[in-house]
C-alpha cells in the first residue's frame, strides 16, 4: 500500500518516526508532518498565509517533509500535491497522549485523520499514552498488523478508525465508542515579568461514562480501543424530537387559524 504518515507533534517525534521506519518494511511510505508541535490545533487549516514545505532527510528509504501547516494541511498536500493523488491509506500518529472521549474535537491527531476520510481514503488516528517509557516499536508492529488484516474496505466515506494503545501490554483489540470521557478545566492566574496576568489552562479528567464498551475503560482494561467516528454532527435523536416537535406548533398554528375563521 502507499501510506500518508503525518502527525501532530511534529515531524521529530518518536511515535512518528517509529511508525513511518516499521511501516516502510512491507509498504511504500510518505511522511508530510508539521514542522513544529501542533497538537490541541483541531481541524485548523491554513488559507491566509502560505505553507512552506521542506524535505528532510531523516531516512534514505522514506520521503520526509516538514511543513508549517497543521495536520490538515499536511493531509491535504499529502495526498493532492506531493503523494499525487496516489493514496491509499493516512496514518496519523502514533501521538504522545491519548485521544479519548471529547480529546477528539481538539485532537489535530485525529483531525489528520479525518482530512483523510474527508478525501474519500481509509485513514486511521493512533494515540498513545503520554508516557516517556511506551513502547512505539510493539504499537507500531501491532499497527502493521491490524491495517494488513483488518478489512480496511469497511471503513464507510467520511469515516475514519480513533485507535488509542494501552499503557502496558496489549491484549488485542476491541471495538468501542467515543465516551463523555471530558476534563474539568482549571485556569492558573500567573503574572509575567511586567506585571501583566497571563493564564494557564489544564484541567481534571472525568471519568464518568459507564459504558463497558468506551473507549477509555476498554484502554484500562489492556486492549486496543478502535472507535469508528464520522464528520457528521447532526443528533439524529433530537432532529427527530425536534421534528415533532415542529409538527405538533405546526398544528396548534393550523387549529388557531381555523378557530379564527369559524370564528
Ligand atoms: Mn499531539
Sequence with gaps: MRILITNDDGVTSVGLLTLAEIFSKRHDVLVVAPESEQSATGHAITVRMPIWVKRVKVFEHIPVYATTGTPADCVKLGVEV????????????????????????????????????????????????????????????????????????????????????PPGQIKGWKVTRQSARRYADRFEARVDPLGNTYYWMYGDVIEDDERSDCDYIVVKQGYVSVTPITVFMTNERLLNRLREAAKREEDKIARRSCAQEEG
Design 82 to 165: 506531493i503523494g499525487e493523488k496516489n493514496i491509499d491509506l493516512v496514518v496519523s500518529g502514533i501521538n504522545f497522549g491519548y485521544n479519548l472521549g471529547t480529546d477528539i474535537v481538539y485532537s489535530g491527531t485525529v483531525s489528520g485523520a479525518i482530512e483523510g476520510a474527508l478525501l474519500g481514503i481509509p485513514s486511521l488516528a493512533l494515540s498513545a499514552p503520554a508516557n516517556e517509557d511506551f513502547d512505539y516499536k510493539t504499537a507500531a508492529e501491532f499497527s502493521l498488523r491490524f491495517i494488513e488484516e483488518f478489512d480496511l474496505s469497511l471503513i464507510e466515506k467520511f469515516t475514519a478508525l480513533n485507535l488509542n494503545f
